[in-house]
């Protein structure tokens, strides 16, 4: 690592104060940015440690709930409101990382994990537009098994390995920022970048922005949601594809429904197309395999990636099947 | 401020670069704790922290200041092994025992987990109450790996312990 300065921060007043200066970041668990300061990716100069911010997790006047940036991810995923009014959450949470890591890692800190490839962490070995803006892309012609499909540019193919913000881009979450500028509300959707020229960007929030809060809406359908993840091994890996979904069900018909993927792009992607498909439909099979289909159908898949657009359909398919027959617990 | 670790003050490093792993072994001296992957991907580090399991290579030393922390050194009480300890080899729950503390101090962590109610991927009820099984022991377990194949022998001392049909340690 490079040498840094350490500061605590006792308040978001007092984390903005601390890391005004360039080449400052803020530390949360540490579990994606002490590993890429070790590997000399991420050099800051100076890091103010918030986890001493709020962790609390309190009920809002609209019926949703208000996640404290400090909370940890295992408390989030095992909160009683999270686990029976949104368990996509719980369900995402728990299909990251591994327990260590969800006891470490902090929610805003989820949030601002790099969106990233292994291309990114080879330092010695590989061309990097996200490391290096300018040299270049090495995952593009190589191996590129668990990189994006949609959205995706000539300079990035990385994909956000967030499960939690893949839930919480269905969930239409909203994001609460202090900055010198003053506060501001960001909706989930629009926290995270596509690449296009400028990978070396994963969010929009500016220097020296600080996350304090994360808030859920009141979303009563949400009871009847789940999270699916699809990857190389039983546990603990990266998704190559994951679903987030809550339907709402009247005689048959979706009457309102939320999707959205992950492994699939530089962001979590909120499945628009596919939800306007669905929405009003009869529940069957064909329509929900049809609505994939639509939400893919520019994907531009790479030489190892080309499963992906089907593996997302079969299995968005197979978890709207679940949820319309109220087969998840 | 100090970082109370097993029980004992010690002063933080002056270096915030110091992980709390390399603090535990380079400055204290306390090797039980094993240094594998360095990155937080094979869970031989693991340790306690308030009684919850975390990687002490992605965790800064400086950023425990005020905690209690658990090492392997810390879990026999007047030289007698903690229970999991003891069943480790009971059930031959290692080959060359380089995963050994971070396994335990990991399981010990699962069990206080398990305990409070926390789900699992593999939980088919998110509300009710966890029952460790097998299957769930696997799972919550999935951050720790042992390059000799001894999982069979691991899953067996830990459900022996603190499974379903075993005592709660």
Same mark, same amino acid.
């Given at each position: 690592? #490079?040498?840094?300065?350490?500061?605590?921060?006792?308040?978001?007043?007092?984390? +903005?104060?601390?890391?005004?200066?360039?080449?400052?970041?803020?530390?949360? @668990?540490?579990?994606?940015?002490?590993?890429?300061?070790?590997?000399?990716?991420?050099?800051?100069?100076?890091?103010?440690?918030? #986890?001493?911010?709020?962790?609390?997790?309190?009920?809002?006047?609209? @019926?949703?709930?208000?996640?404290?940036?400090?909370?940890?991810?295992?408390?989030?995923?095992?909160?009683?409101?999270?686990?029976?009014?949104?368990?996509?959450?719980?369900?995402?949470?728990?299909?990251?990382?591994?327990?260590?890591?969800?006891?470490?890692?902090?929610?805003? @800190?989820? +949030?601002?994990?790099?969106?990233?490839?292994?291309?990114?962490?080879?330092?010695?070995?590989?061309?990097?537009?996200?490391?290096?803006?300018?040299?270049?892309?090495?995952?593009?012609?190589?191996?590129?098994?668990?990189?994006?499909?949609?959205?995706?540019?000539?300079?990035?193919?990385?994909?956000?390995?967030?499960?939690?913000?893949?839930?919480?881009?269905?969930?239409?979450?909203?994001?609460?920022?202090?900055?010198?500028?003053?506060?501001?509300?960001?909706?989930?959707?629009? +926290?995270?970048?596509?690449?296009?020229?400028?990978?070396?960007?994963?969010?929009?929030?500016?220097?020296?922005?600080?996350?304090?809060?994360?808030? +859920?809406?009141?979303?009563? %359908?949400?009871?009847?949601?789940?999270?699916?993840?699809?990857?190389?091994?039983?546990?603990?890996?990266?998704?190559?594809?994951?679903?987030?979904?809550?339907?709402?069900?009247?005689?048959?018909?979706?009457?309102?429904?939320?999707?959205?993927?992950?492994?699939?792009?530089?962001?979590?992607?909120?499945?628009?197309?596919?939800?306007?498909?669905?929405?009003?439909?009869?529940?069957?099979?064909?329509? %929900?395999?049809?609505?994939?289909?639509?939400?893919?159908?520019?994907?531009?898949?790479?030489?190892?990636?080309?499963?992906?657009?089907?593996?997302?359909?079969?299995?968005?398919?197979?978890?709207?099947?679940?949820?319309?027959?109220?087969?998840?617990? | 401020? /100090?970082?109370?670790?097993?029980?004992? /003050?010690?002063?933080?490093?002056?270096?915030?670069?110091? /992980?709390?792993?390399?603090?535990?072994?380079?400055?204290?001296?306390?090797?039980?704790?094993?240094?594998?992957?360095?990155?937080?991907?094979?869970?031989?580090?693991?340790?306690?922290?308030?009684?919850?399991?975390?990687?002490?290579?992605?965790?800064?030393?400086?950023?425990?200041?005020?905690?209690?922390?658990?090492?392997?050194?810390?879990?026999?009480?007047?030289?007698?092994?903690?229970?999991?300890?003891? !069943?480790?080899?009971?059930?031959?729950?290692?080959?060359?025992?380089?995963?050994?503390?971070?396994?335990?101090?990991?399981?010990?962590?699962?069990?206080?987990?398990?305990?409070?109610?926390?789900?699992?991927?593999?939980? !088919?009820?998110?509300?009710?109450?966890?029952?460790?099984?097998?299957?769930?022991?696997?799972?919550?377990?999935?951050?720790?790996?042992?390059?000799?194949?001894?999982?069979?022998?691991?899953?067996? !001392?830990?459900?022996?312990?603190?499974?379903? !049909?075993?005592?709660?340690?």
């Amino acid at each position: 690592m #490079t040498p840094f300065s350490y500061a605590r921060a006792g308040t978001a007043a007092d984390a +903005l104060r601390l890391g005004g200066d360039t080449g400052t970041a803020y530390l949360g @668990g540490g579990t994606n940015l002490v590993d890429l300061m070790r590997e000399t990716v991420a050099r800051p100069a100076r890091l103010v440690d918030v #986890t001493g911010l709020s962790d609390t997790i309190e009920e809002t006047d609209g @019926g949703g709930l208000m996640i404290g940036a400090a909370t940890r991810n295992t408390a989030l995923a095992e909160h009683h409101a999270v686990r029976t009014r949104y368990p996509m959450l719980s369900r995402a949470i728990l299909a990251g990382a591994s327990a260590q890591i969800r006891n470490m890692a902090t929610v805003g @800190g989820n +949030l601002l994990q790099r969106t990233r490839c292994t291309y990114f962490y080879d330092t010695d070995g590989s061309r990097c537009n996200k490391r290096e803006l300018g040299t270049g892309c090495d995952a593009v012609g190589g191996f590129n098994r668990i990189h994006a499909v949609l959205g995706a540019s000539d300079a990035c193919v990385a994909t956000h390995p967030s499960d939690m913000c893949v839930a919480l881009t269905a969930l239409d979450a909203v994001v609460h920022v202090d900055g010198a500028a003053g506060a501001r509300t960001v909706p989930f959707g629009d +926290l995270h970048r596509l690449p296009e020229d400028r990978p070396d960007l994963d969010t929009v929030l500016q220097p020296g922005e600080l996350i304090t809060a994360i808030e +859920l809406p009141a979303m009563s %359908f949400a009871t009847n949601s789940t999270y699916r993840k699809v990857r190389d091994r039983a546990s603990y890996a990266f998704a190559l594809i994951s679903v987030a979904a809550a339907l709402d069900m009247e005689d048959g018909r979706v009457r309102d429904v939320r999707i959205a993927f992950g492994g699939v792009a530089h962001k979590p992607w909120r499945a628009a197309r596919a939800e306007a498909a669905i929405r009003g439909s009869a529940a069957s099979e064909g329509a %929900f395999l049809a609505a994939a289909q639509a939400e893919f159908a520019d994907a531009r898949p790479l030489r190892d990636n080309g499963f992906k657009p089907a593996l997302a359909a079969r299995t968005l398919a197979a978890v709207l099947g679940d949820l319309a027959k109220g087969d998840v617990a | 401020m /100090s970082i109370i670790i097993n029980g004992l /003050s010690v002063e933080p490093p002056g270096d915030p670069r110091v /992980s709390l792993l390399d603090h535990l072994r380079e400055r204290l001296h306390l090797t039980g704790t094993k240094k594998g992957c360095n990155q937080g991907a094979c869970g031989a580090c693991t340790v306690l922290v308030d009684g919850e399991r975390i990687l002490s290579c992605l965790a800064l030393a400086v950023q425990y200041d005020g905690r209690r922390i658990t090492t392997v050194e810390g879990l026999a009480e007047d030289g007698v092994l903690h229970p999991l300890q003891a !069943a480790f080899i009971e059930h031959d729950g290692f080959q060359c025992g380089y995963c050994t503390p971070g396994q335990i101090c990991s399981a010990i962590g699962m069990a206080a987990e398990a305990r409070r109610g926390v789900p699992s991927n593999v939980s !088919a009820d998110l509300s009710g109450e966890v029952r460790l099984d097998r299957d769930e022991i696997r799972e919550r377990m999935s951050g720790n790996l042992c390059r000799c194949g001894a999982h069979n022998g691991i899953i067996d !001392a830990i459900e022996a312990t603190m499974g379903a !049909a075993g005592a709660r340690a």
